[in-house]
T-cell receptor, first 116, second 117 residues
Framework: ETGVTQTPRHLVMGMTNKKSLKCEQH?????MYWYKQSAKKPLELMFV???????ENNSVPSRFSPECPNSSHLFLHLHTLQPEDSALYLC???????????????FGPGTRLTVL | AQSVAQPEDQVNVAEGNPLTVKCTYS??????LFWYVQYPNRGLQFLLK??????LVKGSYGFEAEFNKSQTSFHLKKPSALVSDSALYFC???????????????FGRGTQLTVWP
């Protein structure tokens, strides 16, 4: 166990559904991340939150909407998704110290999303 | 621009033989380098990292990696492979001078390691 949990582990949804992915970290970290992992493609960074502030949105379509209510929880709200959005969605957290050092990102187990 | 290359999509080795998974990187400043492993239907697990100091870094499960600045490489190694080492391995780099991209890691495409009995 890495200290980062994700729910649900598997999700099947239609293109008109609205659903949310949840991530929780128990490591006392101050930064959280959403990544998308598709078959045969590099890991894609979607969003970064540092001290609850979104610091990076990597040109992600608006049908993905992140929410970070506190430094321990991160959500990814999904609506009107497309079949090509089917992928493994990974959450990660780290303790960021600015230029003070490289902090290891710890990953959750992921949510396997299938869009029909 | 920061980037990571893993030149081999697949590496196959016999159990008990040494293994090497290759990684080269490109950054504008000093690199911080990481290796992660991913088992089927799981998230990425941290194996080891290089920050500074000894070029040979030891990590989990008997893995080690050697930082070579002149060749801009950070190859993952293990002296004696196990069948249970079979997994997908990712190399990642972070440029410590990229202040506007705090926390951003650049990942390679991954190398599938298969260890056969």
């Amino acid at each position: 166990e890495t200290g980062v949990t994700q729910t649900p582990r598997h999700l099947v949804m239609g293109m008109t559904n609205k659903k949310s992915l949840k991530c929780e970290q128990h490591l006392g970290h101050n930064a959280m991340y959403w990544y998308k992992q598709s078959a045969k493609k590099p890991l894609e960074l979607m969003f970064v939150y540092n001290f609850k502030e979104q610091t990076e949105n990597n040109s992600v379509p608006s049908r993905f909407s992140p929410e970070c209510p506190n430094s321990s929880h991160l959500f990814l709200h999904l609506h009107t998704l497309q079949p090509e959005d089917s992928a493994l969605y990974l959450c990660a957290s780290s303790q960021e110290r600015g230029r003070g050092g490289p902090d290891t990102q710890y990953f959750g187990p992921g949510t396997r999303l299938t869009v029909l | 621009a920061q980037s990571v290359a893993q030149p081999e999509d697949q590496v196959n080795v016999a159990e008990g033989n040494p293994l090497t998974v290759k990684c080269t990187y490109s950054v504008s400043g000093n690199p911080y380098l990481f290796w992660y492993v991913q088992y089927p239907n799981r998230g990425l697990q941290f194996l080891l990292k290089y920050i500074t100091g000894d070029n040979l870094v030891k990590g989990s499960y008997g893995f080690e990696a050697e930082f070579n600045k002149s060749q801009t490489s950070f190859h993952l190694k293990k002296p004696s492979a196990l069948v249970s080492d079979s997994a997908l391995y990712f190399c990642a780099v972070r440029d410590i001078q990229s202040g506007s991209t705090l926390g951003r890691l650049y990942f390679g495409r991954g190398t599938q390691l298969t260890v056969w009995p």
